[in-house]
């Protein structure tokens, strides 16, 4: 099967800096999410396009890929993540908006709803960005180009540390 006729690949991963190897210790304080990772970014083919929101995040993506991405690639590694402030020992402290701000997330996520995760990116990007949330214009930018969602699947979702974080791939027809 070639490219075309297989679609395009979208995963989200989180931006997490514990992922890196520059973080590495004697225990893997992420293992379950390492592993959803590792599989979601083999899932992709060929050259891979990284939507990242800086180059923290892009040096991630690559290190993950094990290869630089690239600016134009078929596939697509979105570096996303939601709210920062789940708990009281979570990076940005705990804010009480954040659970419902994930919650819908997670359901635009799970319907791959890039239109809708798009709207939240525009008409809520104060908010997302007071909830320490990143890497959401990415989908904005997915959905500007028509792409289309037709199977999601969620490899994982969770909020160690007070971060909310997701491991998705979207099967796309566009």
């Given at each position: 099967?070639?490219?075309?006729?297989?679609?395009?690949?979208?995963?989200?991963?989180?931006?997490?800096?514990?992922?890196?190897?520059?973080?590495?210790?004697?225990?893997?304080?992420?293992?379950?999410?390492?592993?959803?990772?590792?599989?979601?970014?083999a899932?992709l083919?060929?050259?891979?396009?990284?939507?990242?929101?800086?180059?923290?995040?892009?040096?991630?993506?690559?290190?993950?890929?094990?290869?630089?991405?690239?600016?134009?690639?078929?596939?697509?590694?979105?570096m996303?993540?939601g709210?920062?402030?789940?708990?009281?020992?979570?990076?940005?402290?705990?804010?009480?908006?954040?659970a419902?701000?994930?919650?819908?997330?997670?359901?635009?996520?799970?319907?791959?709803?890039?239109?809708?995760?798009?709207?939240?990116?525009?008409?809520?990007?104060?908010?997302?960005?007071?909830?320490?949330?990143?890497?959401?214009?990415?989908?904005?930018?997915?959905h500007?180009?028509?792409?289309?969602?037709?199977?999601?699947?969620?490899?994982?979702?969770?909020?160690?540390?007070?971060?909310?974080?997701?491991?998705?791939?979207?099967?796309c027809?566009?």
């Amino acid at each position: 099967m070639n490219d075309v006729q297989r679609g395009r690949r979208v995963v989200v991963v989180p931006p997490a800096p514990a992922l890196s190897r520059a973080y590495a210790s004697l225990t893997d304080p992420l293992p379950e999410l390492r592993r959803a990772v590792t599989d979601a970014v083999a899932w992709l083919h060929g050259d891979v396009r990284v939507l990242a929101d800086d180059d923290r995040a892009r040096a991630l993506a690559d290190e993950l890929l094990g290869r630089p991405g690239v600016d134009a690639g078929r596939d697509v590694l979105v570096m996303a993540n939601g709210s920062a402030r789940r708990s009281e020992k979570a990076p940005g402290h705990l804010d009480p908006r954040a659970a419902e701000f994930d919650a819908q997330l997670e359901a635009l996520l799970a319907a791959g709803d890039l239109a809708g995760l798009a709207g939240v990116a525009e008409a809520d990007a104060e908010l997302a960005h007071a909830l320490l949330a990143c890497g959401l214009a990415g989908f904005a930018l997915l959905h500007a180009e028509g792409v289309t969602v037709t199977n999601v699947e969620i490899d994982h979702a969770g909020d160690p540390f007070g971060v909310m974080y997701w491991v998705v791939r979207f099967q796309c027809g566009s």
